[in-house]
């Protein structure tokens, strides 16, 4: 492990760097990356984003007037990156490249010249935010925008048990430098594709509960997805819908990939230990969200998952 | 105007209180009122709060172990009260008798002995906490508990544009000072009755859009409430629900309250005046949100409410 000051110190010491994000990428590894590159092109550095798949529509601001510059890069910077997995189609030619990772998850396996893990950040946005003042650079409010950008996404606009004191100073400093943060939490939190909105409909349509309530199921099939014209921003938080009704405390969503292959989110509530509901059928996670897969019919997913569950709740009592 | 210290000193000098909350009591005026209550507790006095209505489930806990303390009154302190009109029942009883207003609303109408009247603060419940403060009350984690509540549910959790960088400054104290954030936060944000769920199906299933796009138009009847069996607190934020789609900057929501009547909820967004829009139907509020009254049947209420809305969107172009 590094300290910031020496990642600050390697950064003000080199220069072509290319900043990685995650695949499909989302607020917080895309705010991290341009906060970041912002930060070195004053620094006077040449630096590039890769965004590694689609920039979705509503994360376009973060790289508003970074156009891309055009030079081979020296530099490999890793940001919300936890394993080299993540990289896609990238991993091949950056996985052995990595000269510095910034990450807040505690289970990083990236190898790199220099690490940086703060896994108490409730947004890797955090760690960039802290980087960003050891390197001198004064924040100006695009790089206000997107750190805010990666510390409202990953904790659900502040609702979500990882932020902590410092993640709510660190959003008022970003407020007073002029970061647009009512405008980013509408579009983040109040926006909706009517395909979303159709696809909400029709996923609560399939909702069932069992066990006196405690456990609710919803299923996603992709004829609603090519009825509603959703896109995978869309189906993004679909697996917190069955864990948010009243009384359920183990929220399970069942979504088919493609023909006889279904991929099953479980949330869970009140300690119940999600992972070890999906460990039964191969899959992992953390206590209160993980996930597994599974090859056959929608009814046997659900039989099966079910009966996983239930498993874990009856040891539970 | 008076200050927080003049309130702290006329507080320490008297006793016998009771703490009035508004009618249909929300988030912030329970959160105020059983703060300052446990604060006056703590001090030694005598102190009530008069839930204006219903306790509801979700904001019990802000009363736990506050037994009903048994008094005659000789002080009054309205919280979150704009006007006197919100005290409900209580009117005629109280208007005449207020002693101290302590609230957050720039229009307010009441006549205090002592009032103050912060409108920047976003929920009433950081004047609360500044008294409690200047009173020389330590802040215990149920105030803390009660504090976070009416803040994180009048910025709908940070979100909303009232929300400073003191109310995120507030918000951080007040975690390390032992509230509950996180179970607050899913109470208030991340649990919904299964009548509401069925309800916002419902709802969707009524949605219709105008002028290509930018007006959203959705109904709730008293039929749908009957068979979805919600109550009050489920009907609640339904109406934020049209402006919430892509494009939209009018979002109208029309609820049937009795046959033949209808009360009318216009969100907008982008600069486009909501009060203008109600005022064309005998109603008023705020820029971005608005009501009124219909008297008719459901198609004539949409007809004209559409009709001002196309009017104020017209002008603006």
Known sequence: MNSLIEIAEYLKNTDYSVILTHRY???????????????????????NVIVNGVLTEKFKFLADGMEEQNFE???????????????????EEFENK???????????????????INAKAAANAENIYE?????????????ADCIYTGICTDTGCFKFSNVTPGTMRLAAD????????????????????????????????????????KIAVISTSLAMEKETGVDDADMDGLAGIPRQIEGVCV???????????????????????????CKQL?????????????????????????AAAENVLNNQR
């Not at 929220?251 to 509901?277: C, M, P, Q, W």
């Not at 996670?285 to 019919?297: E, K, M, P, Q």
């Open 25 to 47: 990428p989302d607020g917080d590894t895309l705010g991290s990356a341009f906060a970041l590159c912002r930060a070195l092109r004053k620094l006077g550095k040449r630096s």
């Open 73 to 91: 890069y020296q530099t490999v910077i890793t940001v919300d990156i936890a394993s080299v997995s993540l990289l896609g189609d990238y991993k």
């Open 98 to 116: 990595i000269n510095v990772c910034i990450d807040h998850h505690a289970m990083n396996t990236v190898n790199a010249d220099l690490m940086f």
């Open 131 to 143: 980087l960003i003042q050891i390197l001198g650079v004064e924040i100006d409010r695009f790089m």
């Open 174 to 213: 970003l407020m007073e430098l002029g970061c647009d943060s009512e405008r980013i939490n509408r579009v983040m939190f109040d926006t909706k594709s009517m395909g979303r909105i159709q696809m909400e409909c029709a996923v609560l349509n399939t909702l069932k509960l069992y066990c006196g309530g």
């Open 251 to 277: 929220g399970i969503t069942i979504k088919e990939k493609a023909e006889n292959h279904y991929r099953i989110s479980v949330r869970t509530l009140n300690g119940i230990n999600a992972a070890d509901i």
């Open 282 to 306: 191969d899959g992992g996670g953390h206590h209160a969200a993980a996930g597994c897969s599974f090859d056959g019919t929608l009814e046997e997913a659900a039989a099966k998952i079910l």
